[in-house]
């Protein structure tokens, strides 16, 4: 680990942290719900006040990313990015990396694997940039959205800012349910700090997880011989009712059934051109607090809200038009969380969870900076699904991209051979 400079030159909307830099450790957090595992600012020594200013530069940058924004105008130019003194935010775009350079071994320990963003980038051309069967060149644009950090390891592969719409979870009502009638707080817990608990408790991430996998090949069987929309969701409606699937009740302008229009690729005449059966179904996922709503309590946003973000029931979709990406608040002084960490899965074949591979990264590329360098992780499911007291709900995300992009490989071997 990187060792901590004593200011963090953090100016600028151009900052995303995320939270996986280490495995959870077995302290709990002080407030925390209680798992075992700590918060990010304990395993990285920062303060309350770092945290705060990086959450508040964090909702900023991820103004990049809504909905109403023109395609195409997600990033700023990287020559611009280019130009700014790195001193004013610490963050930098990395080098460009020789087509023909070979990536070197992860450091892998246990279930995840480690590397710098350099050779990231030399995995990434010989394994993920290939289109149209081209090995290709990650480009200035690209390596300028990587350096973002884990939302950047989502970013440069799925192409669009990740939106977070077709969102899937699993919660166990029964499991819920019971778990509130026949237990009580713990000695010094609030009934808020009780319910978020067993909330938390009550959802399976593996559950989640396989639900999204479930409907993104339905999906992709619906795409394969679709040449139009009206085709494409014709299909999609017929596979879902023939499986008795709830979804195939969704309205028919629901998230799910206008996904495809509205990913900028399917429309780009280098991407989908408005061809369905030339795109694919993917998957990543996000981690991030309930208690984001600023009418609700203050327990519920420092306990988590046992309401927000529960996936339907029937469907497994959740709405995540309530996401902020507003960190937890602190229950005590001194605690500090981060808002949000993403993970990229892409189209992975296997179907052991302990051997497909998570990609994703702890902080911003910051070599000069106070946070440091990036470095990149190639983790096991067990791994990144356990997450820190900072979260207490992970949803796994639908999107597209052409097939002719290799960004989603089959297989994924962790650390490279």
């Known amino acids: 680990m990187y060792k901590r400079s004593g200011i963090m030159a953090l100016t600028t909307a151009g900052i995303v942290l995320c939270t996986s830099g280490l495995a959870p450790s077995v302290s709990a957090a002080a407030g925390g719900t209680g798992d075992g595992k700590s918060s990010y600012a304990e395993s990285n020594g920062l303060t309350a006040d770092d945290i705060g200013l990086i959450n508040t530069l964090n909702e900023k940058a991820l103004e990049l990313g809504r909905p109403d924004k023109p395609v195409g105008d997600a990033l700023p130019r990287a020559t611009e990015s280019l130009r700014a003194p790195a001193a004013a935010d610490g963050r ?32 990434w051309q010989q394994s993920y940039s290939h289109r149209d069967g081209h090995i290709r060149q990650m480009t200035e644009q690209q390596r300028e959205q990587l350096s973002y950090g884990c939302v950047g390891v989502t970013w ?38 009780f319910e978020g608990r067993i909330a938390k408790q009550s959802f399976d991430e593996a559950k989640g997880f396989n ?45 799910f059934y206008s996904a495809l229009r509205n990913t900028p690729s399917f429309r780009d005449r280098n991407g989908g051109n408005h061809d369905p059966s030339k795109m694919k179904a993917v998957i990543y996922s996000k981690h991030f607090w309930s208690g984001q709503d600023p009418r609700s309590s203050s327990e519920k946003r420092k306990y988590g809200d046992p309401e927000a973000f529960r996936p339907d029931r ?3 979709l959740v709405d995540m038009s309530a996401d902020r990406n507003t960190s937890r608040s602190p229950a005590k002084p001194g605690e500090s969380y981060v808002n949000f960490d993403y993970g990229w899965f892409g189209d992975q074949k296997e179907t052991n969870p302990d051997n497909i591979i998570w990609t994703h990264a702890n902080h ?32 796994y995300v639908i999107t597209f991209i052409p097939k002719s992009w290799n960004t989603a490989p089959a297989k994924v071997k962790q650390g490279w051979p």
């Open 211 to 255: 639900r999204a996998r479930e409907v993104a090949s339905v999906m992709n069987k619906a795409l394969e011989n679709a040449h139009d929309e009206s085709a494409y969701l014709t299909g999609l409606k017929a596979e879902l009712t023939k499986n008795n699937d709830a979804l195939a009740g969704e309205d028919s302008r629901s998230n």
């Open 156 to 193: 440069v592969n799925s192409g669009p800012y990740p939106t977070n719409k077709l969102a899937f979870a699993s919660f166990d009502e029964e499991n819920h349910r019971d778990a509130l009638a026949t237990t009580s707080p713990r000695p010094g817990e609030t009934r808020a700090e």
């Open 314 to 316: 029937n469907t497994g």
């Open 364 to 395: 911003y590329h910051s070599p000069e900076g106070g946070m440091g360098p990036m470095q990149v992780y190639e983790s096991k499911f067990r791994s990144w699904s356990s997450g820190y007291t900072d979260f207490d709900r992970g949803t």
């Open 92 to 123: 930098v775009t990395p080098p460009a990396e020789p087509l023909d350079r070979m990536p070197d071994a992860y450091r892998a320990r246990g279930d995840r694997a480690t590397t710098g963003i350099s050779n990231y980038i030399r995995k």
